[in-house]
Nanobody, 124 residues
Framework: QVQLVESGGGLAQAGGSLRLSCATS????????MGWFRQAPGKEREYVVG????????LYGDFVKGRFTISRDNAKSTIYLEMKHLEPEDTAVYYC?????????????????WGQGTQVTVSS
């Protein structure tokens, strides 16, 4: 069982930035694809971005438009989501997720391990 713990959410103003982190104690972290999803009130969960085990393959959701950057530190078993130029529409609970094998980094249906989520609120 892979346990994921998100942190870094909070309140930001439109145009501002936030950095989310997701840590795990899972020894096989480096073999998993990792991703971020989000869910706004009344909406379905939405794929934000996925990254493969080596960090050299990434797929962003269309709405990201260059504003977010995912990275991973396998030595720390942690991934990050740097979010810039935030918009009120980015308000949601952001979830960290893991998929195996990491070749499925782009496939939102393959993510089977989930964190509890962290709230991001962007004010206008």
């Amino acid at each position: 069982q892979v346990q994921l713990v998100e942190s870094g959410g909070g309140l930001a103003q439109a145009g501002g930035s936030l950095r989310l982190s997701c840590a795990t104690s899972e020894r096989t972290f480096s073999s998993h694809a990792m991703g971020w999803f989000r869910q706004a009130p009344g909406k379905e969960r939405e794929y934000v971005v996925g990254i493969n085990r080596f960090g050299d393959r990434v797929l962003y959701g269309d709405f990201v438009k260059g504003r977010f950057t995912i990275s991973r530190d396998n030595a720390k078993s942690t991934i990050y989501l740097e979010m810039k130029h935030l918009e009120p529409e980015d308000t949601a609970v952001y979830y960290c997720a893991a998929a195996y094998p990491s070749t499925y980094y782009y496939d939102k249906t393959k993510y089977t391990y989930w964190g509890q989520g962290t709230q991001v609120t962007v004010s206008s």
